[in-house]
């Protein structure tokens, strides 16, 4: 699986104001059926990432945050 590179390149971003992974919170890593999302710990305290650059543009991850911080980007051509 490639890696993402940077968070700006990835289909899936987390607002990391609304992030709850410093909760407790694994709701997005635990519906993703590629197991291509992370719990990242940062100063500011743990948040959720992409991983792995390997979107199937499902939208679980999307639909099941409680807090609405994951945002899956359609390709031009899926809408």
Do not use: F, H, S
Not at 19 to 37: F, Q, R
């Amino acid at each position: 699986m490639p890696l993402a590179q940077t968070a700006t390149t990835v289909p899936v971003t987390v607002d990391q104001a609304l992030c709850i992974a410093d909760k407790g919170c694994t709701v997005c890593v635990d519906v993703c059926p590629l197991d291509v999302l992370r719990i990242a710990e940062t100063d500011a305290g743990k948040t959720a990432y992409m991983k792995y650059d390997e979107c199937w543009y499902c939208m679980p991850c999307e639909a099941d945050c409680p807090t609405g911080a994951v945002t899956v980007n359609l390709p031009y051509l899926l809408k």
